[in-house]
Structures are given as structure tokens and as C-alpha cells.
């Protein structure tokens, strides 16, 4: 028998509806404490259920809903209590309940609770909380696919693949002595490596997929004045950063966000690239430097015509700024498609002009860098990898794998069956079947309150 409990399934703060969620077996004997329905017929399932909330001294119109255990999302009783959104009000009425006999819930307790009553697996609930922490659209349909079960059926797939090869070879173990075609080691190394290829297959998608989750790291640099601040305030539609026309305004780095094409972008400008004695400023410059090695691009802004310099990221867009006050003879000579060399070889032209201040091409900008950073096939891939948990357990299920297929050449089948099971409880991990409770316990803390 598990304990009731009770939290505020909403954000802390006042609004119009607050909800409170209580899940276990006294759930609706402890809300009956502090709700009665005005109604007097017996609570319909899943039904809204108009009542009056009552407890010290404070009274208010309520609606409840009652879940009965196992159709719940807990698979437990389940009450909720739709009322009026005040922070004190519902932190009072979660007191009231716990006064009757709730605890309050941990972090993510009622997300566990529907995990170990098979309501769903974990990356199912992870898919969830994805959902509810995604901040593009892109990043809020790899939440919900996940939600709806790919990366489950997935692993399933796979386990289901390595049942099969585990029970063949304890057959051939078990029972050497029977006349039937055992599993021989070479066809053992077929079935790890068709698994290695598909477990491939989806490591392919980490990179955009942990892209789609957190945003692509966009980083603007260049040497002082050239409009850097003025770009990310384009970029984002407002006054974020400060600009003036003396070089060296910007110190501390600044990251902000816009999305293009249902993916979010985090811009960060920087300090202008330059030699200075003054502290502060070389202190931003030498963040810029960080900044610049870990970007996933870098828009290298300049606002006259220079050889480029070299930059410590593989991934560089050349930008010219202030377009508006060069002269059409300028943009002859630098536009897109002459692009690159100059007369004698040297690389000097620009990717993209652009203004800042008229806004000149700052879509296209957009353009570019989405197609700079972003792989559009795989964004919408059924098995997209967004979570490093799950990218982590895919790995170790493939070096066990590549492990048994090693061992195909020179071991007996006993040896192979440890890695196959080592790879399978790997794949376990994902969906939680295999977790131990600590890394569950240590999951579900980072879930919200009330979830
Ligand atoms: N005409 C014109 N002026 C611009 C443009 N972009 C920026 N400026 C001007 O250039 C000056 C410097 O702009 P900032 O955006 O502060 O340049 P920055 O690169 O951030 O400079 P630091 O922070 O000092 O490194 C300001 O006077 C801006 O108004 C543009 O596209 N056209
Ligand atoms: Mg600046």
C-alpha cells in the first residue's frame, strides 16, 4: 500500500485556476475532507464534479475530478481540484489535505508513481517533462513523440532482437547434447552487428537532436564597433544590447534567443576582438574566445573589406555589416556571387552583406545559419536522440554488442551471452526496466513539483 500524497500540479504564483493533485489509495477520502460535491450521487469517473471546498473557515466553489485507480495517470486513485489561483489559497488547501492524511509529494513523485504502475515507461515521462520544458516547436515535437512512445518501441525492438539471440545460445548451452541446429557464434556476430547498425542509425540523430532540445549556440564576433550588439538586437527584434560608436562597449557577453523554422537559436554577442590594457575589457575578450571555440557557428562580423582571419571554430559565416553606407561599387566587388577570392587569391569577400541598423538581409542571415547548423532531415525523425541519458545507454548497449562481436571469433557461446545480457540491460536502462532505483530516484528529482 503506497502512501497518498499531494501537491500543486500548477506554477507557484496567482492566476485564475490552480490545480491540486492527490494520487493514492485515501485520495478520495482525504478530499472528501475538504470538498463536497453538491451533488449527492455517488462521484462519476472522470466527470467534473461541481462542489464546495471547505476548511478553516474558508470556503470556496470547486471543481473536482475523480480518476479511479488503474485509469489514472498514476494508475492510482487520483483526485484533482480545480480552484480559484491564489499562491496562498492553494499552498492552503494542499496544507488542509496534508492535515487529513496526504504528504506532500516530491519532485516528479507522480510521474514515478505512473512509471513503477506501468502506465508508461521512463522515456515516456521524460518525453513528458521534455514537453513541458521545450521552448521550440521543433523541441516540443521531439518531446511529444517521445511521450507517444517511439524511443519505447525502439528499444523493445531491439530487446525483443536480443531475447531471441540470448534464448538460442542458453538453448545451445543448456542442452548441447540434443539433436537440433544450434546458433553458431557467427551468427551471433550477424545479429550484433545488424543491432550496432541500427543503434547507429540513431546515434546519427544525437547531434541535431540535443540541438533541437537546448538550441543551437550562435555566437557573434568581430572587432570592436563593427556592430556585433547592433546584429543580436536585429536578430532578436528588440533593444537587448547596448550600442554606442565607441569601440570597446561591449564587455561581459550577452545571449539571447529567436526561433526560425521551429528551432531556437541562443545568440550570444561578445566583447570586440582587439589588444587592450584595460582589465575588464580583456577579461570579456578572453570569454568571447571561450564562447567562439564552443559555438556551433560563428558569425564573424566586419564592416570593411579585410582578408578573414583565422577563427578557432570550424564552422564560420563571413559577414559584412553597414550596408547602407557602402557604395554600389563595394557591393559589386563583395557580393554573394563573386564570393571568396580576391584578385590575387586571397580569401576576402563575405558570405552574406548585411545592415543591422535597416535590417538588410537579416532573414536571410537567419537562413543561412539554420542551414549552417541544422540537419532538416533528421529534425523531424521518428527516433530523434534529444536526451544525453538515453544517448549514454545507447552507447554502452553498443560497445557490449561490439564487445560479443569480438568475442565471436574466439570465445564459447557462455562468454557471448554475459556481453548480449550486459547490451540488453543497457537498452533497459532507457525505458527503466533495468534502472536501478537509485538512477530512478535520481531522474525523476528533476521532474516539478506536482508532475
Ligand atoms: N550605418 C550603420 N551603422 C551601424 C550598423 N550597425 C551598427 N552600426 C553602428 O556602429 C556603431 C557600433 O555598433 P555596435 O553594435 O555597438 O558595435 P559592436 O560591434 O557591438 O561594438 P563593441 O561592443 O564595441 O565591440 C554604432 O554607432 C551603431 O549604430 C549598420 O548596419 N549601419
Ligand atoms: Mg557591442
Not at 528551432?263 to 568571447?288: C, Q, W
Not at 561490439?402 to 540488453?424: V, Y
Request: glycine residues 6%; hydrophobic residues 40%.
Amino acid at each position: 500500500m503506497t502512501d497518498t500524497i499531494c501537491a500543486i500540479a500548477t506554477p507557484a504564483g496567482n492566476g485564475g485556476v490552480a490545480i491540486i493533485r492527490i494520487s493514492g489509495n485515501n485520495a478520495l477520502e482525504i478530499s472528501k475532507g475538504i470538498f463536497e460535491p453538491f451533488s449527492r450521487s455517488a462521484p462519476e469517473p472522470r466527470k467534473a464534479i461541481y462542489g464546495r471546498l471547505n476548511f478553516d473557515a474558508v470556503t470556496d466553489d470547486c471543481i473536482g475530478l475523480y480518476f479511479p485507480a488503474p485509469n489514472s495517470f498514476t494508475g492510482e486513485e487520483v483526485v484533482e481540484l480545480q480552484i480559484h489561483g491564489g499562491y496562498y489559497l492553494a499552498n492552503a488547501v494542499v496544507n488542509a489535505l496534508i492535515s487529513r492524511g496526504a504528504r506532500l509529494a516530491e519532485r516528479g513523485e507522480f510521474s514515478k508513481r505512473a512509471v513503477l504502475n506501468g502506465r508508461m515507461d521512463m522515456s515516456q515521462a521524460e518525453g513528458i517533462i521534455d514537453m513541458i520544458n521545450a521552448n521550440s516547436l521543433t523541441a516540443l515535437r521531439a518531446g511529444s513523440r517521445l511521450m507517444h512512445g517511439t524511443m519505447h518501441k525502439f528499444v523493445e525492438e531491439l530487446q525483443a532482437k536480443l531475447t531471441d539471440c540470448l534464448c538460442e545460445v542458453n538453448v545451445a548451452l543448456d542442452y548441447p547434447e540434443h539433436d537440433i541446429e544450434y546458433i553458431t557464434a557467427s551468427k551471433v556476430s550477424e545479429i550484433c552487428n545488424n543491432l550496432v547498425k541500427d543503434i547507429n542509425s540513431a546515434l546519427a540523430t544525437a547531434a541535431t537532436g540535443v540541438k533541437v532540445k537546448n538550441g543551437v549556440k550562435v555566437v557573434l564576433a568581430g572587432d570592436p564597433n563593427v556592430g556585433k550588439s547592433s546584429l543580436l538586437n536585429a536578430l532578436i527584434g528588440y533593444d537587448r544590447a547596448i550600442v554606442t560608436d565607441i569601440a570597446g562597449t561591449t564587455r561581459d557577453t550577452i545571449s539571447e534567443s529567436y526561433e526560425y523554422n521551429g528551432m531556437l537559436f541562443n545568440v550570444t554577442d561578445t566583447a570586440g576582438l582587439r589588444t587592450t590594457l584595460d582589465i575588464v575589457e580583456s577579461a570579456g575578450i578572453e570569454r568571447a574566445r571561450d564562447e567562439i571555440a564552443t559555438a556551433d557557428i560563428v558569425v564573424y562580423v566586419t564592416d570593411k573589406m579585410e582578408l578573414r582571419p583565422e577563427i578557432e571554430n570550424s564552422n564560420v559565416l563571413y559577414v559584412l555589416n553597414k550596408s547602407d553606407l557602402l557604395n554600389n561599387d563595394d557591393l559589386i566587388n563583395n557580393c554573394k556571387n563573386d564570393k571568396n577570392l580576391s584578385k590575387n587569391g586571397d580569401k576576402l569577400a563575405f558570405d552574406l552583406i548585411i545592415s543591422a541598423k535597416t535590417g538588410e538581409n537579416i532573414q536571410e542571415l537567419k537562413k543561412i545559419i539554420f542551414e549552417k547548423t541544422i540537419d532538416t532531415e533528421l529534425v523531424n525523425h521518428e527516433i530523434l536522440l534529444t536526451n544525453t541519458r538515453h544517448i549514454e545507454c545507447l552507447k554502452r548497449a553498443k560497445s557490449a554488442l561490439m564487445q560479443t562481436i569480438e568475442n565471436c571469433n574466439n570465445t564459447t557461446l557462455d562468454i557471448l551471452s554475459i556481453t548480449l545480457m550486459q547490451a540488453w540491460q543497457d537498452l533497459g536502462e532507457i525505458t527503466g526496466t533495468t534502472a536501478s532505483e537509485h538512477i530512478i530516484d535520481e531522474i525523476f528529482a528533476r521532474f516539478c513539483l506536482g508532475k
